[in-house]
């Protein structure tokens, strides 16, 4: 994993102002070991958005899958106790497809499954996509 970019953290920024704009206003942390670039909660509708910006990195790499493996699994303690999950990444968006593809695989190495999954392209550099993990998954 390189140093953080000015893409990256560009990205990270537009994540923050989603997850702001979605309702996503209480910062938390996921798991000692585990940080990813977003991480917040929705005090009115028990939900966590939980999200990394990607700038250099490949939905093909294995150490970007292993990570995004242990999210999908973090994911479980939150599902189990009633919480929504949306879990994506911010990206390239001639790479959407594997970035939904990426997200979804990751989420069936943990067990889990997505419920809904949806992208967005922002702009000619930048776009979002994003699964949806319900608590009965």
Do not use: N, Q
């Not at 990394?52 to 970007?64: I, L, R, V, Y």
């Not at 599902?79 to 997200?103: K, M, N, Q, S, Y």
Request: include cysteine; hydrophobic fraction near 40%.
């Amino acid at each position: 994993m390189s140093a953080p970019s000015e893409l990256h953290e560009r990205r990270v920024h537009l994540l923050c102002d989603l997850a702001d704009l979605s309702g996503y206003t209480l910062d938390m942390t996921a798991y000692t070991s585990l940080r990813p670039d977003v991480c917040r909660f929705h005090r009115r509708v028990r939900s966590i958005f939980i999200a990394d910006a990607k700038a250099t990195e490949s939905p093909a790499s294995g150490a970007t899958r292993r990570r995004l493996v242990r999210y999908a699994m973090a994911t479980r303690l939150w599902t189990d106790a009633g919480i929504h999950v949306a879990f994506g990444a911010c990206h390239d968006p001639d790479a959407r497809r594997e970035w939904c593809g990426a997200l979804v695989s990751c989420l069936a190495a943990a067990g889990r499954r997505a419920t809904r999954v949806t992208y967005a392209v922002l702009d000619d550099g930048t776009a979002v996509s994003m699964v949806t993990i319900d608590p009965r998954w």
